[in-house]
């Protein structure tokens, strides 16, 4: 009576097939992503000291270490998420909690999306138009940073936004009836329950800011240099515009320094993403609906 | 916040809590209200019944301007609560929000504790504009909530979120929450609609006492509470009022046929 009929057999066939394609798709993702690691572990691992990351490169970056590179990222990225998350954030409040929705608000949203996909070439030259040149920053920290600001200005805007409209329409109303403003509903209500969310996009914009080189390359990074920027006025290496410049303008530089660079770079990206996601985590553990 | 403006509720009026005159209102193109004349009166229970899509949450949610919300809504006419045209130039939105409080359909406390959902409003107003100590915080806290009979049932988790308590409880727990602001009016939304029969009843119990104290209006699909719990009744049907009168008499001899269709269960 519960034997499988043929249809049964056909139908169990079919499923099988298409998980076994979905777990193959899975594993295509996996494996390279593996394979890259693996290989910067493997090659540049033995590259990794305390040394190598707390001294300058010395003797044509054939020797030495990545201090000054590091150093250099780390300004760069702060100087940008200063720059970027209080812009970003309140740009994504206004046109979310404060805006009308009209046709304005539409247009300005669609040029937001837009504006995400534009190549990073060609927001560096822009910096350098408009950072370096027009506001006489000159190379530095402060044009580059600016630079990677705006680049990712679109990120933190449609996360934040995404963030802010996840956040239950009652509960704004909720807080609207108790004779709430606008801006108290956002900062009892609206900021604490999309906190998270908006972290997201810091973290998508720390990883990206932090390995992008386009944009710094005219703007703000320089091949070699042994002093730490002073202020955001000096000019500095950066770990991504360092690794371009071995592994491709410089002859003689040792393969395991060439993949110890990468490696450290990837670690970066990694430590800050793990930090912002445990710090989401944790909020999102606060959270109770 | 403009504290110096004059409140609303010392100023003399008429016997009126909510008048609306011409009252029309538009979603886009759609037209949702026509020339809506309602007065509810002060101190009374007012039941709004009528099919679904009639209008009435838009009718309710015109009365506190949370329907401004939605950029596309259009209105014209004048909305007058408690003598005054919310729809005026020098009216702030906030002290008129203060003497509505509004109840949702679902249960909307807020992801916090039970006592800041409470004291969400009172910190609000009150602490910023004198001291208030942690005794007085207490001692509102436990009147609203003794007031919708919910003290009992919370006063040893008072610290524990307010999205654990049972629909019910958070039913009750809005309606708390709105008190320590000292409305004048309660708007109703249906706040039965989603609770079992026994919380149905349970706050149906509770805003039989609210009675008297604040001037009520509640939209309801249930007859039999219409009947039960209100002084006077008004009926809609399609952005229309068609009768507003004592409810007895509304349910026994209803002046209009449709309100006598609608009532013996005619319409969906
Ligand atoms: N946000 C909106 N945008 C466009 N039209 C709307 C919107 N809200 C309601 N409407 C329309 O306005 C009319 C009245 O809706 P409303 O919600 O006020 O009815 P209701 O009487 O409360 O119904 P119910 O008993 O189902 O709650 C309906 O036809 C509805 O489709
Ligand atoms: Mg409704």
Redesign the pocket.
Known sequence: MFDATALNRRSYRAQGIAKAVFCLMTVALVVPVLLIIGTLIYKGGPAISWEFLFTPPRNGMTEGGVFPALVGTIWLVVVALLASVPVGVAAALYLSEYAPDNLLTRTINLAIINLAGVPSIVHALFGVGAFVHFFRFGTSILAASLTLAVMTLPVVIVATREALQAVPQAFREACWNMGATRWQTIRKVVLPNSISGILTGVILEVSRTSGETAPIMFTGATAFIVFLPESVFDQTMAMSYHLYYIATQQTGVPEEITFGVALVLIGIVLLMNAISIGFRVYLRGLKKW | MDSGRQDPGTVEHGDYAIETRGLNLW??D?Q?LFDVDLGVKRGIITSMI????????????TCNRIIER?G??RTTGSVNVLGHDIFGDDVELVQVRKQIGMVF?RPNPLPISIRENVLFGFRLHEARLRRVTAAEEDEVLESSLRQVLLWDTVKDRLDKPATGLSLEEQQKLCIARLLPVKPEVLLM??PCSALDPAGTEAVEELIWRLRGDYTILI?T?NMAQARRASEECVF?LL?RIVEHGRTEELFLSPEHSETADYIEGRYG
């Open positions: 979603y886009g759609f949702a009528g099919p679904s899509g009639c209008g009435k949450t838009t009718l309710l949610r939605l596309y809504v359909q939304d249906e939209v699909h809609m952005g």
